[in-house]
């Protein structure tokens, strides 16, 4: 950090907060607010006088507040920079400091908050995490009983800079304990609270108890766990070595902590797995290992940068195994908790991974991007006539569409990622996406059910997902009808109901929309919205005239080539059982409607072209 | 989802028993269960159990009558499943499939033929319909000293003492009495 600190090509924006981010990789505009600090940046020196006359004194965050700290203060002595800061809430303007900063004339009582501009090529988000707050599982009772700490807690207790220094000693009494609990699992892996596991939280535990075993070793330690997880480098080694050292592991998660109102002393009721039994354990102090929880103002940050966040809560990778480091947001990556619980090692090296990743976009002047990006013919977009409409933006899962009143929908093609799903939901078909067009997948759909259509299943597919299904069916040798017909579009969010509609119009005996399950989306929403476009879609249809089931719907991942071969398979079957002569028929009939559909599709010229001749010339 | 024996199957379409393939087996129920030590195997065996299918070790199980329905392993089940409502439908279903003949089943059900029978517990009569379907006659006098003194005290009454509103009562036991002759207790 003092490193960073130094480098001429790195500067430090502390107490500051990202406001707003505009544009796009390589050019964002950062808008950061500079809190007031009071102090002058370039005056002080960290000397530290200002803070001992400092008449007030309050919790001190970085100490879990179990020291006092001023309200002129740093975080804690190794912060860099090394400047301190006054806390407006608590000052009462004694002015104390300004005479013992004497000669320097660095606290500034009149600073103001002090908005920054930056332009900047690339973000690497390093938010971090927080700690859960136990007190809501009240069996074990965390804030109803002064000897039950969390394990940050602790941490600052046994720290020879904390404010014991390092000197272990129970909160009731001061006395060093001669027997310590550890719980693990507290508000992770757990439904009511958080249901992920942290990650790292056996192995600080097991850190922490061998701490104090090399402090006191007659201390009697015990971790209580459900399941302990060491699964990195060296780490299986490390829990040995503990238990080698004498530290009793109970594997059973403790149902309840009470106190001993005489002693302070507390009682752990847990089932000892092992043994079958329950056991009451005595333990003068119990430390809590609390989940690590995603940062307060993740939401907001998240919705600054558009980058979504998992269930969890935690900011989302763009691929959990190919493209871990980067974000949904072209030119945003991620490094450390802020993506998912994680200990130092994995933290350091997603942010060396981070760095080089944005090292790779900075290092050039001119940055590719996929030719794929949809695009907006002014003269069709309603929003240019004055009428509002917009609904473009609302479907893009990466604000790469802006819509001011009176002007034609606008893509910013290095935001987008060429999902498609805008030009599928624009009623006025004034969107399209290049190499992706409406006429190009018609006139693959013409060429396809050129002949016997009724005898085909038309299947669309999404290129990360169900096409990679298709694949792996035929890598894999599944067999599956030959009369299957293919289309692959990039996301399921492409496939306009007028591709379906004007599939059944050639005549298709089946038609197949398929994707990505919800959670392997590779557009964030891209599946969401498709699913929602095709929710009704068969029932539509059946008041039409084609039987529902000749429309189907499936979800089939790159792995899933048995579920792609089965589901062609099953509507081959389908298909053989309400006959050919009952398909030819129900197009026959409903040729006309379908065709009315495709009304407003035909103002297209170029898509007029491709639909043009035969029997669909006519409209009315 | 992975392939199912029967008796999971049966549980998982119980009311409460649809999360109980969620368990991790951390413990935090049988240690939280004030019936542990009673019990043959706790709370946490029982969801193992389940989860292999072992039907024939699990519904004779005690464990399933002695629970009293506390819920306090249910609010602190980590994974949210409703243990107690779980050992219910396993009394249920042991009723069911003829597991009746232990003597906590045979104390359930006289207990509940006597409560529908007057609306609250009448304990000569419990005894008298407990004792008749274990022909334990040694159980019974053994029961004497202590009812000798409960009657000395008041505590034991000569005749049963009726709910006021004896059809609301009814209508309560009615749904439970139509839907299956051999319901839980």
Known sequence: MVDAARHPNIKILSYAEVQRVDGYIGNFKVKVLQKPRYVLEDRCNGCGLCAPVCPIEVPNEFEEGIAPRRAIYVPQPQAVPLIYTIDMDNCIECYKCVDACGSLHAIDFSQKPEEIDLDVGTIIVATGFDIFDPTPIEEYGYGQYDNVLTAIELERLHNSAGPTVGRLTRPSDGQIPRRVAFVQCVGSRDSRYHEYCSGFCCMYTIKNALVLKGMYPDMEITIFYIDIRAPAKSYEEFYQRARNEGIRFIQGRPAQVTEDPDTRNLIIEAEDRNLGEVIDLEAEMVVLSTAAVPRQGADTLGQVLTIPRDPSGFYMEYHPKLRPIDTPTEGVFLAGAAQGPKDIPASVAQGSGAAARAGRIMAVDKWEIEPIVAYVWEDRCINATGKKCGICTTKCPYNAITVEPGQAAHVIPAICHGCGACVAECPHNAITQMHFTDAQIIAQMHALLAETPEEKVLALMCHWCSFGGADTAGTSHFEYPATSR??????????????????????????????????????????????????????????????????????????????????????????????????????????????????????????????????????? | MAKMNDFLGQVLATRGGERVMDCYQCGTCSGSCPVFTEMKYGPRQIMHMIHLGLEDKVLPSPDIWYCVSCYSCASRCPRGIEIADVMAALRSLALQKGFTQDKEAKLCRAFAETVRQHGRSFEPELLARYYARTLDLPGLLRQIPLGLKMLYKGKLPLLPKHVENTRAWRKIFAPAEGKEKETEC
């Open chain 1, 486 to 620: 293919g289309i692959r579009v990039m996301c399921s969010a492409r496939m306009d109901r007028d591709f379906i509609f004007e599939a059944f119009r050639l005549g298709a005996g089946m038609v197949l929309a398929s994707g990505c399950h919800q959670q392997d989306c590779h557009y964030i929403t891209g599946q969401q919205h498709a699913a929602k476009r095709f929710d009704k879609l068969a029932s539509a249809l059946e008041k039409m005239g084609i039987s529902p089931e000749r429309f189907r719907i499936e979800w089939i991942s790159a792995a899933e080539g048995d579920k792609y071969a089965r589901v062609i398979t099953e509507m081959d079957r389908t298909l053989k059982e309400l006959g050919v002569e009952r398909i030819k028929a129900e197009n026959e009939q409903t040729r006309e409607k379908l065709a009315k559909r495709l009304r407003r599709w035909r103002e297209v010229p170029e898509v007029a072209e491709v639909l043009g001749g035969g029997d669909d010339g006519q409209d009315e």
